[in-house]
T-cell receptor, first 116, second 113 residues
Framework: AQKITQTQPGMFVQEKEAVTLDCTYD???????LFWYKQPSSGEMIFLIY??????QNATEGRYSLNFQKARKSANLVISASQLGDSAMYFC?????????????FGSGTKLNVKP | KAGVTQTPRYLIKTRGQQVTLSCSPI?????VSWYQQTPGQGLQFLFE???????NKGNFPGRFSGRQFSNSRSEMNVSTLELGDSALYLC????????????FGQGTRLTVV
């Protein structure tokens, strides 16, 4: 079974609107971390936000927030007030267990296009 | 503060050759991990090093190897290159490996012809 599933290969959003990128995960380990990365065409993976499995509140970082629904095993990324510079590939990733040091499982990614 | 630096950025090699890629982590970071990104397989974990020791390894053949030096810089080596090894190779660094943040470099794009 896929550890991380991103079901939206591509999405369009109007500039200044909010957009939600979906991510579901599969693990039986009670301890895990969920990450979102942005990959522009240059190739670099840019860290956006992190949510730990024991965190009670949803993570937020500026315009990024993570909608963490543990029972549904979903960790959707919400980008508020989209900007043209947000156009990129977005990857959801999971690190499971306490000792899988930086061993991430990545989803297949969502390509976001922000329209002016 | 300098980010993660990977060299070279681009590389073209012939099938059967070997290649060495380099990754310099963020200053103070001791964990370095490597990933292969291809259109077909996506992002796949290769291995992770901490304090010169390999702590975790992905499902890649033995042609893929790595090491870490005392200054935390890491190298990845691929021997007997195959066409399917063409990919973007990314390295990530973090303080310990269990940290909430892992920072990636811009990657090395390897083309095998």
């Amino acid at each position: 079974a896929q550890k991380i599933t991103q079901t939206q290969p591509g999405m369009f959003v109007q500039e200044k609107e909010a957009v939600t990128l979906d991510c579901t995960y599969d693990t039986s380990d009670p301890s895990y971390g969920l990450f979102w990365y942005k990959q522009p065409s240059s190739g670099e993976m840019i860290f956006l936000i992190y949510q730990g499995s024991y965190d009670q509140q949803n993570a937020t970082e500026g315009r990024y927030s993570l909608n963490f629904q543990k029972a549904r095993k979903s960790a959707n990324l919400v980008i508020s007030a989209s900007q043209l510079g947000d156009s990129a590939m977005y990857f959801c990733a999971m690190r499971e267990g306490e000792y899988n040091f930086n061993k991430f499982y990545f989803g297949s990614g969502t390509k976001l296009n922000v329209k002016p | 503060k300098a980010g993660v630096t990977q060299t070279p950025r681009y590389l073209i090699k012939t099938r059967g050759q070997q290649v060495t890629l380099s990754c310099s982590p963020i200053s103070g970071h001791r964990s370095v991990s490597w990933y292969q990104q291809t259109p077909g397989q996506g992002l796949q974990f290769l291995f992770e090093y901490f304090s010169e020791t390999q702590r975790n390894k992905g499902n890649f053949p033995g042609r893929f190897s790595g090491r870490q030096f005392s200054n935390s810089r890491s190298e990845m080596n691929v021997s007997t290159l195959e066409l399917g090894d063409s990919a973007l190779y990314l390295c990530a660094s973090s303080l310990t490996g269990e940290a909430a943040e892992a920072f990636f470099g811009q990657g090395t794009r390897l083309t095998v012809v």
